[in-house]
């Protein structure tokens, strides 16, 4: 490719008397956010690199300002120049020699494959990470307002997520879990670990709702009942530090279903954070170190959000996000299940085919890589007010 850059140049350096002035702007690349299945992106990258505000951040750290990484202006530089070539070439594509015009044409595809891709590649420079990305979590399930029907539904979504583990090759581990008499599930705690576990996961807490015709209903009304999913990002021993003199530790015989050994040991285990009050408790395993060791996880993820949701207050952000707070009161998700439909209430997005997006695999796993995309697109436009914010004071 680079010899058939120089070959290019050459030919235009033989030809320049030939051509039209060269445009002062550079043509559309003609690249867009993948679209998914059933949803919409946000505006594509071309829309936004055409955007005034975008430039005005992205010359300010070119030089240096907001503490630039040397990969990003290195990127940008990178793009202008290629931009440049673009331009020069497409001034060649309509040259009357044939051989010229395609040689022009794979110049042309090659320099706006790359492109696209810088543009990627400089705006996930420009969106900083979470701390939290690169962490495991913790998930908890509750069943809500429904009675045995949305103890069913609890059951379903924690099969759903247990199945999308696999898929993602995550390791997933029961902590606790609380049938129901009618094999629904009236709360349960798992941990996933994993790479990017909580960066995927991250968007699904909040309220969960389901409408759709009972088993136990006889009229055949559609019912609607709620499940809450709370995911805590799992804290390193770096990141979280708590004192043993500020653990109360005890311990009790297990209770419900659960075997011979239930009622029998003094197995449960239950955790309280004196300054906090927070409480963890585990009672899934026979052997009491095991359970300790459960419900100090379950803790420390609890410790640790509470810890994030006090920051994220602190930082007193003017305007709501759209893609949500994480929170688990927040209505985030409608199944449909006569209208065979799945809403994302936070972007207002709806897919089809209900029993395939239960599987926990490729449909799951585009809607939330879609809303990490929504959410990425609100960091970038975040980023691009505060710096014309800061430009105008």
Not at 90 to 109: G, H, Q, S, W, Y
């Amino acid at each position: 490719m680079r010899l058939l850059s120089r070959a290019l140049r050459a030919a235009q350096g033989y030809r320049a008397a030939a051509l039209p002035p060269r445009s002062l702007r550079a043509a559309p690349v003609g690249w867009r956010l993948p679209a998914r299945r059933g949803l919409s992106a946000r505006p594509g990258l071309e829309e936004l690199f055409a955007a005034p505000s975008l430039r005005r951040l992205l010359e300010a750290r070119a030089r240096g300002e907001g503490g630039a990484a040397p990969q990003l202006a290195a990127r940008v530089q990178r793009l202008r120049d290629k931009e440049r070539e673009l331009r020069d070439t497409r001034e060649l594509a309509r040259d009357e020699n044939e051989d010229f015009r395609k040689l022009a044409e794979t110049e042309i595809a090659s320099c706006e494959e790359e492109i696209a891709e810088l543009k990627q590649q400089i705006v996930l420079l420009l969106i900083p990470s979470e701390e939290t990305d690169e962490s495991d979590l913790v998930m908890e399930v509750t069943a809500g307002v429904g009675g045995q029907e949305a103890m069913l539904f609890t059951s379903e979504i924690f099969d759903m997520y247990q199945r999308y583990a696999a898929y993602k090759k995550w390791k997933f581990e029961i902590l606790e879990y609380f049938p129901s008499e009618l094999g629904g599930l009236r709360h349960a705690v798992a941990s996933i670990a994993g790479v990017e576990a909580y960066k995927y996961m991250k968007f699904e807490g909040g309220v969960h709702r389901v409408q759709r015709v009972p088993k136990t209903e006889k009229q055949g009304r559609i019912h609607t009942s709620t499940m809450t999913v709370a995911i805590l990002p799992q804290p390193t021993e770096m990141r979280l530090q708590i004192s043993p003199k500020d653990l109360r530790i005890e311990t009790k015989r297990a209770s419900g279903a659960g075997g011979q050994h239930v009622n029998t040991t003094d197995s449960a285990v239950r955790i309280v954070h004196i300054p906090t009050g927070i409480v963890a408790e585990c009672q899934q395993e026979r052997s009491q170190i095991r359970n300790k060791e459960k419900a100090m996880q379950m803790l420390c993820a609890k410790l640790y959000n509470a810890k994030l949701e006090e920051e994220t207050k602190k930082r007193n952000y003017a305007r709501k996000i759209q893609i949500g707070t994480k929170g688990r009161s927040e209505k985030i998700r409608t199944y449909n299940f006569p209208q065979d439909r799945i809403t994302d209430h936070r972007i207002s997005r709806s897919v089809h085919h209900v029993e395939s997006f239960m599987l926990g695999e490729e449909m799951l796993d585009e809607m939330l890589q879609t809303l990490r995309e929504y959410a990425d697109y609100e960091s970038l436009m975040e980023i691009i007010s505060e710096n014309d914010k800061n430009n105008s004071s």
